[in-house]
């Protein structure tokens, strides 16, 4: 079955930089897309970033364009998120998910907390 | 681009039905039939419920439904059962020029 392990996450500083994990397996990685959707503490979900099935297109909020960045490794079935010069209100339960039909997020992970804290 | 609007609570007994509404414009919701809906628990990561506005995904109940009438998408829980307890949100793809998608501002279920 579908299986979607995030990790990485911790607390940084704010200004800091983190890079995020999603180890998938279950099914052929390589023919989804892959969002990174994230949940701030007691709020509600966040869309983050989308990469292709094949990295040729990337998609961000706006809240984060230039400063992360997503990007996958079909090889190792993994898919990444770089998060620079990280604020406060970065501060959340990161997850990934697999793109499904009519650009639903059809399967998730279980998530990372990301703290960013002096 | 803000999130789409949902009520921030809705309640019902065990075997009624309740619906949740969803307002989005007609540059999401209402432009593209790409709405769906998540249930979250308590401490969980989001299942999909409903995808492509109406349709269930393998293993997701019948009691729930979707539907979609222009700007605004509602999902449908009937038979309330005390496992639906849970939070709901709902999401659409977007030509905004700031997102590719949207969630909803998300709603609490309670089953009294």
């Known amino acids: 079955q579908v299986q979607l392990v995030e990790s990485g996450g911790g607390v940084v500083q704010p200004g800091g930089s983190l890079r995020l994990s999603c180890a998938a397996s279950?099914?052929?990685?390589?023919?989804?897309?892959m969002h990174w959707v994230r949940q701030a503490p007691g709020k509600g979900l966040e869309w983050v970033a989308f990469?292709?099935?094949?990295?040729?297109?990337?998609y961000y909020a706006d809240s984060v364009k230039g400063r992360f960045t997503i990007s996958r490794d079909n090889s190792k079935n993994t898919l990444y998120l770089q998060m620079n010069s990280l604020r406060a209100e970065d501060t959340a339960v990161y997850y990934c998910?697999?793109?499904?039909?009519?650009?639903?997020?059809?399967?998730w992970g279980q998530g990372t907390l990301v703290t960013v804290s002096s | 681009q803000s999130a789409l609007t949902q009520p921030a609570s809705v309640s019902g007994s065990p075997g009624q039905s309740i619906t949740i509404s969803c307002t989005g414009t007609?540059?999401?919701?209402?432009?593209?039939?790409?709405v769906s809906w998540y249930q979250q628990h308590p401490g969980k990561a989001p299942k999909l419920m409903i995808y492509?506005?109406?349709n269930r995904p393998s293993g997701v109940s019948n009691r729930f439904s979707g539907s979609k009438s222009g700007n605004t998408a509602s999902l449908t829980i009937s038979g309330l059962q005390a496992e639906d307890e849970a939070d709901y949100y709902c999401?659409?793809?977007?030509?905004?020029?700031?997102?590719?998608?949207?969630f909803g501002t998300g709603t609490k279920v309670t089953v009294l």
């Open positions: 998910a697999k793109e499904g039909r009519g650009t639903a997020m059809a399967h």
């Open positions: 279950g099914f052929t990685f390589s023919s989804y897309g």
């Open positions: 990469i292709r099935y094949d990295g040729s297109n990337k």
């Open positions: 007609s540059s999401d919701v209402g432009g593209y039939n790409y």
């Open positions: 492509e506005v109406s």
């Open positions: 999401s659409s793809y977007t030509s905004s020029s700031t997102l590719l998608y949207v």
